[in-house]
């Protein structure tokens, strides 16, 4: 039988640098134009498709990306998923607290009533410059 554990799982640094990327919403062209003169589309493309990626690019991706050069580096889909899909049941939510230190995540006002808060304070300020307005009418 083999362990699991001792098999080294090989994480595709191009393949995550495109999944960083597009949860990102940003495309290859506009990846390739902060990378420099020397990169296109093309060549992003490229870069995608190598499992392992030279430090100093890694580096520059992982600046213009905002994500740790750690995550690209060692992000692995399936770990992922699997956690996720071992975690969260119904209303579960991950938690880094100690049982004893166990966070309150429930809402301590009605959503509700502040979009009426909101709605009286926009009506106020409508009516104050309704006033203004006919105040400057009146004057003319």
Known sequence: MINTNMLEK??????????????????????????????????????????????????????????????????????AINFIANTFHDSAVASTFTDSAQANFNCTFNPLDKMVELYERMLEQQKEMIDRLEKLIREK
């Open 10 to 79: 090989k994480i595709h640094q191009g393949r995550n640098i495109k999944r960083f990327r597009e949860m990102l919403g940003i495309k290859q062209e506009a990846l390739a134009y902060e990378l420099g003169d020397d990169w296109n589309q093309k060549k992003i493309s490229l870069l995608e498709q190598k499992e392992l990626i030279e430090n100093d690019i890694l580096d520059q991706v992982a600046k213009i990306l905002k994500v740790p050069v750690k995550a690209i580096e060692n992000f692995d889909e399936d770990s």
